[in-house]
């Protein structure tokens, strides 16, 4: 054979060659194996910031060659829960958000559930604390994750104690009751409260008081909910009406504030905003979240103070449950979201299901335990991978942010945690009701204080009928 006879036979396989690999590229482009697809991801949320996540973040998008950027958004309190909803209505607003325990009911039908295929009902009840299941799933499926969960605890003012002569804190509702009888303080001629024993009693300069209520009522055996469905009528049909937990629970609750109770009259109306009283020293207790720790630090670094478990009802003849009440933050992903074309006309076209997938993904990677390392499925061939990180993204959230552990397994290593052991271990008995809407709730137990404090309803069983009313008509 001819050396031109060889050439032309080398030049053909060639061009017979390059015809199959761009045959074979663009059946792989076209099946979604060749040039992968690329997209951001978008975070809004309260209270934390971008370095909260820094680390997290930059771990995750090496380890994820399908995500270029996670962008994370604060936005204050305030106006968070408008804008987000005027930025979901308009397909506009972040693939991930938070949302509080309590707005479930109030964001399903704009977020979306996760695929078994990312997390099974299973590894999420063995992973968290037995409230999330309860906040986080509409029956099988699981609609958010936590990187946290709070419960309350009791603040004290150690000073104060040492001295009046208490030397531990009170353990039991009975045991802080006679602790409140010896701290407290009264001017003998105008009865002014000199130094107040707690911060309980009132609903408007009282931090958490409906959550306080509710604990109260659940630890006295007051059933919340029913099936998943609001049924607070319950409340006040358990038993007769002289023997109601929810009855009893605000009786206790609002001794404290009534001047007619000599023995446990320690707060009024007047006092400073129960934070600011406590930082003050002017409170010798509180009941609250470990978020305010700090800021009772910023207020006062000079208080000494210290934290104990939150009281529970004494063992006696009336069936009572240890509880406390959660109060956190969860992620959850957008249902709908406006997806700009991609101009590299060799990458796949993200579509809503991809980033779906991704940012649920994304959910489950620094939310579980990443020991045996980080799970990545591919949206487009479903071919899965696992990716090691040297960090476990939990751990290195709440070690940034100093906040109690929603999983169980760091609830272990957090009971050493002098500062954060008990709102930890507060988490696992920790509670928590159907919301139809949580603001609203929130607005009608507070006035349920104020209105056996000013006697604007004279009878506690019509404040607590008209409460119920109140909440069926938000059900309907």
């Known amino acids: 054979m001819t050396q031109k006879k060889i050439i032309q036979l ?9 015809f199959f690999i761009i045959a074979i590229f663009s059946f792989g482009k076209k099946n979604g194996i060749i040039n992968p697809y690329k997209l951001d991801l978008e975070v809004w949320g309260v209270f934390d910031n971008y370095t909260d996540y820094n680390i997290i973040f930059n771990d995750y998008v090496n380890l994820n060659e399908h995500i270029d950027n996670i962008e994370y958004k604060k936005f204050t309190l305030e106006k968070y829960k408008d804008d987000l909803i005027n930025a979901l209505a308009a397909d506009s607003g972040p693939d991930i958000f938070m949302i509080k325990n309590t707005w479930l009911p109030e964001f399903k039908d704009k977020i979306i559930a996760v695929s078994p295929q990312i997390i099974t009902e299973k590894e999420f009840s063995e992973n968290f604390v037995e409230v999330v299941s309860h906040d986080a799933k509409d029956g ?5 994750t936590p990187l946290s969960v709070d419960s309350l605890a009791l603040y004290y003012n150690k000073d104060i104690f040492n001295s009046v002569g208490i030397i531990s804190p009170p353990t039991t509702w009975k045991e802080l009751s006679d602790d409140v009888r010896i701290i407290t303080r009264h001017d003998d001629e105008s009865n002014q409260i000199i130094q107040s024993a707690i911060a309980l009693g009132t609903a408007n300069n009282v931090n958490s008081a409906a959550d306080i209520l509710t604990v109260l009522m659940m630890q006295g055996g007051a059933e919340m909910s029913s099936n998943g469905i609001a049924s607070f009528d319950r409340i006040v049909k358990l038993g007769d009406k002289m023997n109601n937990p929810a009855k009893r629970a605000l009786q206790y609750y609002t001794q404290f504030g009534r001047i007619t109770n000599t023995n446990l009259y320690t707060w009024n109306n007047k006092q400073h905003y129960s934070l600011d009283a406590f930082a003050e020293g002017k409170t010798a207790m509180m009941i609250n979240y470990s978020w ?3 800021k009772i630090k910023s207020k006062n670094e000079k ?6 478990p939150l009281p529970q009802m004494e063992e006696g003849k009336d069936r009572i449950y240890k509880a406390n009440y959660a109060n956190y933050w969860m992620f959850v992903v957008a249902k ?3 997806i700009p074309e991609v101009l590299d006309n060799n990458a796949i076209k993200i579509t809503n299901k991809i980033r779906i997938h991704e940012a649920w993904q994304f959910l489950r990677a620094i939310t579980f335990p990443t020991v045996d390392g980080v799970k990545l499925i591919d949206a ?5 991978r696992s990716m090691r990180s040297e960090i476990d993204y939990t751990q290195e959230y709440l070690k ?3 906040k109690p552990a929603a999983r169980l397994d760091l609830i272990k290593k957090q009971k050493e945690d002098i500062i954060l052991e008990h709102f930890a271990m507060g988490n696992l008995i920790a509670k928590n009701w159907y919301h139809p809407n949580a603001d609203a709730v929130e607005r009608i137990l507070a006035n349920m204080i104020t209105q056996l404090n000013t006697g604007e309803i004279a009878s506690i069983d019509d404040i607590l009928d008209l409460a119920v009313q109140r909440i069926n008509n938000l059900m309907k």
């Open 303 to 308: 208080l000494n103070f210290a934290i104990a």
């Open 140 to 144: 099988s499926n699981i609609y958010a």
């Open 380 to 384: 487009t061939n479903g071919k899965i």
């Open 336 to 338: 709908n979201k406006d």
């Open 292 to 294: 305010h720790i700090e």
């Open 400 to 402: 940034v942010t100093n």
């Open 10 to 18: 080398t030049m053909i396989a060639g061009v017979i060659i390059c």
